[in-house]
């Protein structure tokens, strides 16, 4: 066979809702989805470690679940909701989980933080209240060469405590209105 026998593979349109906004994309159908987010988006907080799955760095949300993208085709993830790192806040206003990460040193070279950051945020969202022991068991499908994990337990409770201030200072702040 020839350079010129082969066909170029197909391509398709991909349109994706991510952080609430709409792209569409024309790409392989067996496009990665944590390609499409990195390479096609420019969302670049998706980092890639293993491409395997175990390692939990590409993690996403889809419809507010965890999910890994190296292990998720972008045509799949058609007419869900993805959340990635960016968007659950900026340097300005950050989230309740970047917020604890800074204040219990839960991170130290940073790579593994995007993953683990969506993880909690899904955690916290069903469990609003977890003890060391749960926040151990949540992030335990992630990995992290550097910190050693205690700050990181610590900053799942201290992310479930800001989510609680936070909603409890928005409801007084409605009622007084």
Not at 82 to 94: I, Y
Not at 105 to 122: D, K, N, R, W, Y
């Amino acid at each position: 066979m020839t350079d010129t026998d082969q066909t170029a593979p197909a391509l398709v349109d991909v349109t994706l809702r991510v952080n609430g906004v709409e792209h569409t994309r024309t790409v392989e159908p067996r496009r990665l989805l944590s390609d499409f987010l990195r390479h096609d988006l420019r969302l670049t907080g998706t980092h890639v470690g293993c491409e395997h799955g175990v390692c939990g760095a590409c993690t996403v949300l889809v419809d507010g679940d965890p999910m890994r993208s190296c292990l998720m085709f972008a045509v799949s993830a058609q007419e869900h909701e993805l959340t990635t790192v960016e968007g659950l806040g900026t340097q300005e206003a950050m989230g309740p989980v970047q917020q604890a990460f800074v204040e219990c040193h839960g991170l130290q070279c940073g790579f593994c933080t995007p993953g683990f950051v969506t993880t909690i945020s899904a955690f916290i969202e069903e469990n609003p209240d977890p003890t060391l022991e749960e926040a151990r068991e949540a992030i335990s499908g992630n990995l992290c060469r550097c910190t050693g994990y205690q700050n990181i337990c610590k900053a799942v409770v201290r992310a479930a405590e800001i989510r609680r201030e936070r909603s409890t200072s928005s409801t007084e702040a409605g009622e007084r209105a």
